[in-house]
Each structure stands twice: as C-alpha cells, then as structure tokens.
C-alpha cells in the first residue's frame, strides 16, 4: 500500500480532490492511502496562529517552522519511522515524470508539506525537508494544488491503480514523447472525421501511425524533448515519409 501524507492548512481540499475518481476508487480497495494534517493543530499559541511577519520586513506572512515540525513528527510516529518530506515550492526543481516514477519506486510513505502566504520559515526546509519540488516557473497561492498534482501522478503508478500497465506506459512523457491524437465515437463530428487509418482494423500500421504522430507532435511541441530522443531506423523512416 502507497501512502501519501499532505501537511495543509486547507485539509478539506485533499478529500474533495482526491477521494473522487480512479484515486478515490483506488483507496476504497486498499491500493493506496492519503491522509491530510493540519498544522494548526500542532501551534503552541492560543490563537492557534500559524504564521508571522517576515525578518528583515517586507509584505505577506511566513509559516512558523514549530507547527509544521511537530505535525511531521506526529506523521512519522504514526509512521513509527523517518519519511520522505518534500515541500512544494516554486523555488523548488521542477517536477516531472521521471519524479513521479522515482518516488513510486523508491518509497511506499511520503509526506507532502504545503506552502502558504510568503512561504515557509527556512529552517523547518533546512531541518526536515528532503527535496524542493515546483510543478513549473509560475505561483500560486498555495501548495494544494502542487501537491494534489504530486500525489495523483505518484498514484497512478502504483500497479492496481490504473486497469493495466499499458495506461501508464503509453501515454505523454514515459519514454521521453508526446502521445499521439485519441479520438471516439462518432466517426464523424462536426464534419470532421476520423482519421481512416484508425478505422482499418489494421493493428500494425495503426501502431506506426501513432507512433509517427508522437514524433511530429514531440518535434512540433516540444523541440527540447525531441532532442533527446533516440530514434532508430524504423522512427527515422516514418518521418521522412
Ligand atoms: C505565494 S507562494 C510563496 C512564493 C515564495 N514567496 C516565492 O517567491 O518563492 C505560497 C506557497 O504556494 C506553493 N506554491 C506556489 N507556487 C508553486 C509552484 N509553482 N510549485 C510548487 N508549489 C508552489 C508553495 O507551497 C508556497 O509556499
């Protein structure tokens, strides 16, 4: 069983998220777990306040590094052992499939803490926290949204999650390409029409169609990915077609 444990002021936000759908589904058969904590559960002050003007001056709040330090420390002796601790930031390396395979692979608990406000009091990340993540080079108000992004990717790759191993290894960004273009019923809409090839039956040439579509859409899109690829001789015919 995969567990995910989200430290967030917005608790209600990880149920309402990820306790719909193919997740949600997931959990209710013990595949996977996630739990959310409240660090201001964990404040010393009557105010139950979790956060406080910045040293050195300046606009917006920091969070206090004591609440989010014992509310980790409550989850790791719940855990009864050390976890994986990754704050969301957007001072953080960007996150990308290879991040979400690697801690799929190589931890069965992680905690997730979420920012708010100006960020986290440094010393808490400099304490307890073993890797930054940013889900890309924009902001947002909190880190719900990247760690429910965090989660839902790591998720789908526990085996059971998804129906079958194709789910995952066919789409966008496993091996380094784009996917190619879906499409479903009707054969015509709007009047357009599905390409023809997908209708031939002929499993074959429909599996070089797509992968001839991944390429172009890598090259087209994403010329850094494409790059990186490495085609062989039969990737190299397709596209010269
Ligand atoms: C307004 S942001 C703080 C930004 C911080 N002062 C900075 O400039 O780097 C508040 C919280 O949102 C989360 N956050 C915002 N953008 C993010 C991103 N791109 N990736 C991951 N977390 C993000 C973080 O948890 C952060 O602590």
Redesign the pocket.
């Known amino acids: 069983m995969y567990h995910i444990d989200i430290m967030t002021l917005f608790p209600d936000s990880v149920e309402a998220v990820l306790g719909d759908s193919i997740i949600g589904r997931a959990r209710e058969r013990g595949i996977i777990n996630f739990r959310a904590w409240q660090p201001r559960d964990y404040t010393t002050n009557k105010q139950k306040q979790t956060d406080d003007y910045p040293y050195g001056g300046g606009r ?1 709040c920091v ?1 206090y590094a004591q609440p989010l330090a014992d509310c980790r420390r409550a989850i790791c002796e719940a855990a009864g052992r050390e976890l994986h601790t990754i ?6 390396r960007t996150f990308t499939q290879q991040d979400a395979k690697r801690l799929a692979r190589e931890h069965d608990r992680i905690i997730l ?8 009091d440094e010393r808490f990340i400099e304490a307890y926290v073993d890797e930054e ?11 719900e949204l ?1 760690a429910l992004a965090v989660a839902d990717a790591v998720f789908r790759l526990v085996p059971g999650v998804l129906p079958d191993e194709e789910c995952v290894t066919d789409e966008s960004h496993w091996d380094g390409a784009l996917e190619y273009p879906q499409y479903t019923r009707p054969e015509i809409w709007e009047g357009r029409a599905v390409p023809e090839i997908l209708l031939s039956g002929h499993h074959a040439n429909i599996k070089k169609w797509r992968r001839k579509m991944s390429l172009l859409r890598t090259r087209d899109r994403r010329p850094d990915m494409f790059e990186k690829l490495t085609l062989d001789g039969e990737d190299i015919k397709l596209l010269e077609k």
Do not use: K, N, Q, R
């Not at 704050?87 to 953080?92: E, F, I, M, R, T």
């Not at 803490?113 to 986290?120: A, D, P």
């Open positions: 917006g969070m704050y969301l930031s957007p001072a953080g803490v979420c920012g708010h406000y100006e960020g986290v993540i940013s889900i890309g080079d924009f902001v947002l108000t909190g880190g990247p």
